[in-house]
């Protein structure tokens, strides 16, 4: 037969935290309420849309700032007011801004509820894709 061995004092204490932290886990424990399938299939709907209307948006501010700025660079000989790049792009920010937060509500999205973090992604998706088609537009 074997002999059993006696614990430790530091495995015994280990062993006495370890029960007495899980009883206090379990009394922190925090319910997050589910969400049923409708609530998630809305949420899912809402992300698509607040992916692709910026990116919808980048690409025409991409034509319209080929059109409106060229190259967005003073060149010899031009006639008018040449803007650098970087106002266009801070054009573009502002605007992009402005049109999301007044049409989202049209689109059944809560502007409401938008966070910094939420407008920051937003707006770095119409500021990205405005930047690739201008810069493929130009080339």
Do not use: H
Not at 62 to 79: D, K, N, R, W, Y
Not at 88 to 113: A, D, G, H, S, W
């Amino acid at each position: 037969m074997a002999k059993k061995r006696k614990k430790s004092k530091s495995a015994q204490k280990a062993a006495a935290s370890t029960t007495e932290g899980s009883k206090a886990a379990d009394e922190k424990k925090i319910t997050v309420p589910k969400k049923d399938a409708k609530e998630r299939k809305k949420a899912r709907a809402d992300g698509i849309i607040m992916t692709m209307y910026p990116a919808v948006l980048g690409v025409i501010f991409g034509f319209v700032s080929l059109q409106l700025f060229g190259a967005g660079v003073p060149e010899e000989g031009s006639m008018g007011m040449t803007y650098p790049w970087y106002f266009v792009m801070t054009l573009v920010v502002v605007v992009t801004f402005y049109v999301q937060k007044f049409t989202y509500p049209y689109l059944n999205i809560k502007v409401e509820e938008f966070k910094t973090k939420d407008w920051l992604y937003v707006e770095f998706i119409a500021v990205d894709l405005w930047l690739v088609t201008w810069t493929l537009l130009l080339n």
